[in-house]
T-cell receptor, first 114, second 113 residues
Protein backbone atom coordinates (compact mmCIF):
# COMPACT_ATOMS: atom_id res chain seq x y z
CA UNK A 1 0.00 0.00 0.00
CA UNK A 2 1.11 3.56 -0.67
CA UNK A 3 2.18 5.27 2.52
CA UNK A 4 4.32 7.89 4.20
CA UNK A 5 6.24 7.01 7.34
CA UNK A 6 7.80 9.31 9.89
CA UNK A 7 9.50 6.88 12.28
CA UNK A 8 10.16 9.35 15.07
CA UNK A 9 7.13 10.54 17.02
CA UNK A 10 9.15 12.80 19.33
CA UNK A 11 12.66 14.24 19.01
CA UNK A 12 14.49 16.43 21.52
CA UNK A 13 17.59 18.40 20.58
CA UNK A 14 19.61 21.10 22.29
CA UNK A 15 19.57 24.59 20.86
CA UNK A 16 22.45 24.97 18.42
CA UNK A 17 22.64 21.25 17.67
CA UNK A 18 21.97 19.79 14.25
CA UNK A 19 18.65 18.19 13.37
CA UNK A 20 17.51 15.44 11.03
CA UNK A 21 13.88 14.36 10.75
CA UNK A 22 13.21 11.19 8.83
CA UNK A 23 10.59 10.56 6.16
CA UNK A 24 10.15 7.41 4.08
CA UNK A 25 7.56 6.71 1.40
CA UNK A 26 6.35 3.69 -0.47
CA UNK A 27 5.12 4.64 -3.92
CA UNK A 28 5.85 3.00 -7.24
CA UNK A 29 6.93 6.16 -9.02
CA UNK A 30 8.79 9.06 -7.45
CA UNK A 31 6.16 11.16 -5.74
CA UNK A 32 6.14 14.88 -5.20
CA UNK A 33 7.44 15.50 -1.67
CA UNK A 34 6.76 18.21 0.88
CA UNK A 35 7.69 19.18 4.42
CA UNK A 36 5.29 21.30 6.45
CA UNK A 37 5.64 22.75 9.96
CA UNK A 38 2.84 23.36 12.47
CA UNK A 39 3.02 25.44 15.64
CA UNK A 40 0.55 24.47 18.40
CA UNK A 41 -3.04 25.29 17.50
CA UNK A 42 -2.05 26.74 14.14
CA UNK A 43 -2.26 25.81 10.49
CA UNK A 44 0.54 24.29 8.45
CA UNK A 45 3.31 26.24 6.76
CA UNK A 46 5.29 24.87 3.82
CA UNK A 47 9.02 24.54 4.51
CA UNK A 48 10.10 23.08 1.17
CA UNK A 49 9.08 20.86 -1.73
CA UNK A 50 10.64 18.51 -4.25
CA UNK A 51 9.33 17.61 -7.69
CA UNK A 52 12.40 16.73 -9.73
CA UNK A 53 15.95 17.83 -10.46
CA UNK A 54 18.54 18.62 -7.82
CA UNK A 55 18.00 16.20 -4.96
CA UNK A 56 19.07 18.68 -2.28
CA UNK A 57 16.31 21.21 -1.73
CA UNK A 58 16.63 24.44 0.22
CA UNK A 59 13.67 25.79 2.14
CA UNK A 60 12.67 28.56 4.47
CA UNK A 61 14.00 29.11 8.01
CA UNK A 62 17.33 27.47 7.18
CA UNK A 63 15.89 24.01 6.49
CA UNK A 64 16.96 21.69 3.71
CA UNK A 65 15.93 18.20 2.61
CA UNK A 66 17.57 15.54 0.51
CA UNK A 67 15.71 13.16 -1.76
CA UNK A 68 17.29 9.70 -1.94
CA UNK A 69 15.58 7.50 -4.48
CA UNK A 70 17.49 4.35 -3.46
CA UNK A 71 16.26 4.71 0.12
CA UNK A 72 12.79 6.11 -0.68
CA UNK A 73 13.56 8.89 1.75
CA UNK A 74 13.19 12.65 2.00
CA UNK A 75 14.82 13.63 5.29
CA UNK A 76 14.65 17.16 6.64
CA UNK A 77 17.78 18.75 8.11
CA UNK A 78 18.92 21.90 9.82
CA UNK A 79 22.53 22.57 10.82
CA UNK A 80 21.77 24.56 13.97
CA UNK A 81 18.37 24.47 15.69
CA UNK A 82 16.83 27.54 17.32
CA UNK A 83 14.37 27.43 20.22
CA UNK A 84 11.69 28.82 17.88
CA UNK A 85 11.94 25.66 15.73
CA UNK A 86 10.02 23.71 18.37
CA UNK A 87 6.89 22.54 16.54
CA UNK A 88 5.40 19.54 14.79
CA UNK A 89 6.77 18.61 11.39
CA UNK A 90 4.89 16.74 8.71
CA UNK A 91 6.16 15.00 5.62
CA UNK A 92 3.61 14.74 2.81
CA UNK A 93 3.52 13.25 -0.68
CA UNK A 94 1.51 13.45 -3.87
CA UNK A 95 1.80 10.38 -6.13
CA UNK A 96 4.14 10.74 -9.07
CA UNK A 97 2.61 12.70 -11.91
CA UNK A 98 0.93 15.19 -9.66
CA UNK A 99 -2.67 15.38 -8.63
CA UNK A 100 -4.80 16.74 -5.89
CA UNK A 101 -4.38 14.42 -2.95
CA UNK A 102 -1.72 14.95 -0.34
CA UNK A 103 -0.96 12.03 1.94
CA UNK A 104 0.60 12.99 5.28
CA UNK A 105 2.87 11.19 7.65
CA UNK A 106 1.87 11.09 11.29
CA UNK A 107 4.25 13.88 12.23
CA UNK A 108 7.33 14.37 14.39
CA UNK A 109 7.09 16.58 17.47
CA UNK A 110 10.32 18.55 17.95
CA UNK A 111 11.32 19.82 21.39
CA UNK A 112 14.28 22.17 21.74
CA UNK A 113 16.17 22.30 25.02
CA UNK A 114 17.80 25.58 25.93
CA UNK B 1 -3.39 40.39 2.42
CA UNK B 2 -4.25 37.20 0.58
CA UNK B 3 -4.91 34.11 2.60
CA UNK B 4 -7.29 31.54 3.97
CA UNK B 5 -9.62 32.29 6.85
CA UNK B 6 -11.43 29.76 8.97
CA UNK B 7 -14.06 30.67 11.47
CA UNK B 8 -14.62 30.30 14.28
CA UNK B 9 -11.31 29.39 15.91
CA UNK B 10 -13.08 27.38 18.63
CA UNK B 11 -16.50 25.78 18.33
CA UNK B 12 -18.53 23.91 20.93
CA UNK B 13 -21.62 21.90 20.11
CA UNK B 14 -23.89 19.45 21.84
CA UNK B 15 -23.94 15.87 20.69
CA UNK B 16 -26.50 15.26 17.94
CA UNK B 17 -26.31 18.77 16.46
CA UNK B 18 -25.06 19.54 12.99
CA UNK B 19 -22.39 22.23 12.78
CA UNK B 20 -20.91 24.12 9.81
CA UNK B 21 -17.29 25.25 9.65
CA UNK B 22 -16.41 28.15 7.42
CA UNK B 23 -13.47 28.35 5.01
CA UNK B 24 -12.84 31.33 2.74
CA UNK B 25 -9.86 32.10 0.51
CA UNK B 26 -8.96 35.19 -1.49
CA UNK B 27 -6.00 33.65 -3.28
CA UNK B 28 -8.01 32.87 -6.40
CA UNK B 29 -7.13 29.22 -5.92
CA UNK B 30 -9.03 26.61 -7.85
CA UNK B 31 -8.94 23.66 -5.48
CA UNK B 32 -9.97 23.54 -1.84
CA UNK B 33 -9.63 20.82 0.78
CA UNK B 34 -10.80 19.83 4.24
CA UNK B 35 -8.65 17.80 6.61
CA UNK B 36 -9.20 16.42 10.05
CA UNK B 37 -6.31 16.26 12.51
CA UNK B 38 -6.21 14.02 15.56
CA UNK B 39 -3.20 13.59 17.87
CA UNK B 40 -0.73 11.05 16.51
CA UNK B 41 -2.63 10.51 13.25
CA UNK B 42 -1.42 13.30 11.03
CA UNK B 43 -3.94 14.91 8.68
CA UNK B 44 -6.64 12.93 6.97
CA UNK B 45 -8.53 14.16 3.92
CA UNK B 46 -12.29 14.57 4.32
CA UNK B 47 -13.41 16.20 1.05
CA UNK B 48 -11.87 18.20 -1.76
CA UNK B 49 -13.11 20.31 -4.62
CA UNK B 50 -11.28 21.17 -7.81
CA UNK B 51 -13.89 23.47 -9.32
CA UNK B 52 -17.10 25.21 -8.35
CA UNK B 53 -20.13 22.94 -7.96
CA UNK B 54 -17.99 19.81 -7.89
CA UNK B 55 -16.37 17.92 -5.01
CA UNK B 56 -15.03 14.47 -4.21
CA UNK B 57 -14.88 12.34 -1.09
CA UNK B 58 -11.57 11.91 0.63
CA UNK B 59 -10.50 9.11 2.91
CA UNK B 60 -12.88 9.81 5.80
CA UNK B 61 -15.98 11.46 4.30
CA UNK B 62 -18.60 9.58 6.32
CA UNK B 63 -20.58 11.92 8.57
CA UNK B 64 -19.48 15.06 6.71
CA UNK B 65 -20.89 17.13 3.86
CA UNK B 66 -19.61 20.07 1.80
CA UNK B 67 -20.69 22.53 -0.83
CA UNK B 68 -18.79 24.66 -3.34
CA UNK B 69 -21.14 27.30 -4.66
CA UNK B 70 -18.44 29.96 -4.96
CA UNK B 71 -14.78 29.68 -5.84
CA UNK B 72 -13.75 31.44 -2.61
CA UNK B 73 -15.81 29.37 -0.19
CA UNK B 74 -15.87 25.70 0.84
CA UNK B 75 -17.93 25.18 4.01
CA UNK B 76 -17.84 21.85 5.85
CA UNK B 77 -20.83 20.49 7.76
CA UNK B 78 -20.20 17.99 10.50
CA UNK B 79 -23.41 16.02 10.83
CA UNK B 80 -24.81 14.07 13.73
CA UNK B 81 -23.83 10.90 11.84
CA UNK B 82 -20.16 11.56 12.52
CA UNK B 83 -19.34 9.25 15.42
CA UNK B 84 -16.39 11.13 16.88
CA UNK B 85 -16.47 14.72 15.64
CA UNK B 86 -14.20 16.33 18.26
CA UNK B 87 -11.02 17.24 16.36
CA UNK B 88 -8.99 20.03 14.78
CA UNK B 89 -10.21 20.84 11.27
CA UNK B 90 -7.96 22.40 8.65
CA UNK B 91 -8.93 23.92 5.34
CA UNK B 92 -6.46 24.28 2.48
CA UNK B 93 -6.42 25.61 -1.06
CA UNK B 94 -4.22 25.21 -4.11
CA UNK B 95 -3.75 26.78 -7.49
CA UNK B 96 -4.38 24.36 -10.36
CA UNK B 97 -1.26 22.82 -11.85
CA UNK B 98 0.90 19.84 -11.04
CA UNK B 99 3.65 21.68 -9.17
CA UNK B 100 1.64 23.86 -6.84
CA UNK B 101 1.49 23.22 -3.14
CA UNK B 102 -1.44 23.47 -0.75
CA UNK B 103 -1.78 26.49 1.53
CA UNK B 104 -3.47 26.03 4.90
CA UNK B 105 -5.80 28.07 7.01
CA UNK B 106 -5.39 28.49 10.79
CA UNK B 107 -7.85 25.74 11.68
CA UNK B 108 -11.02 25.32 13.76
CA UNK B 109 -11.09 23.25 16.92
CA UNK B 110 -14.45 21.57 17.28
CA UNK B 111 -15.46 20.12 20.62
CA UNK B 112 -18.66 18.14 20.91
CA UNK B 113 -19.98 17.93 24.43
Amino acid sequence: AQSVTQPDIHITVSEGASLELRCNYSYGATPYLFWYVQSPGQGLQLLLKYFSGDTLVQGIKGFEAEFKRSQSSFNLRKPSVHWSDAAEYFCAVVPGGGGNKLTFGTGTQLKVEL
Amino acid sequence: DGGITQSPKYLFRKEGQNVTLSCEQNLNHDAMYWYRQDPGQGLRLIYYSQIVNDFQKGDIAEGYSVSREKKESFPLTVTSAQKNPTAFYLCASRLAGAYNEQFFGPGTRLTVL
